[in-house]
């Protein structure tokens, strides 16, 4: 069965930067939509940013376009989310989620937690002001 295991959460102060990671082995599907979620104390689990593997399309929710960045690198099997200024409005929980039935027209920021089959554990990201 496929795997995600994220990693690199912690605690940054505002203006600082993390890079989390998901490893995706035994995830080896040539063209899926792989995703970042996040979800803060009472509030839903909401999309990132996807990317079409294989199209390698992206996309992003307004609040983070500019900042963040998805990427896949097929080598080494590991999906990032680069995270740049970031805010205290960005302290969250943090998941990786992957489905290779979800197509490149319906891969974007704002599909639903419920297209996706794959999740991984999350990994805690906390800003400070």
């Known amino acids: 069965q496929a795997q995600l295991v994220e990693s690199g959460g912690g605690s940054v102060q505002g203006g600082g930067s993390l890079r989390l990671s998901c490893s995706t082995s035994?995830?080896?599907?040539?063209?899926?939509?792989m995703a970042w979620f996040r979800q803060a104390p009472g509030k839903e689990r909401a999309g990132v940013a996807t990317?079409?593997?294989?199209?390698?399309?992206?996309d992003y929710a307004d609040s983070v376009k500019g900042r963040f960045t998805i990427s896949k690198d097929n080598i080494k099997n590991t999906l990032y989310l680069q995270m740049n200024n970031l805010k205290p409005d960005d302290t969250a929980m943090y998941y990786c989620?992957?489905?290779?039935?979800?197509?490149?027209?319906?891969?974007?920021?704002?599909?639903?937690?419920?297209?996706?089959?794959?999740w991984g554990q999350g990994t805690q990201v906390t800003v400070s002001s």
């Open positions: 989620a992957a489905d290779p039935w979800l197509g490149a027209d319906r891969c974007t920021w704002v599909a639903g937690r419920h297209e996706f089959n794959y």
């Open positions: 035994r995830f080896t599907y040539s063209r899926s939509c």
């Open positions: 990317i079409y593997v294989g199209l390698g399309r992206t």
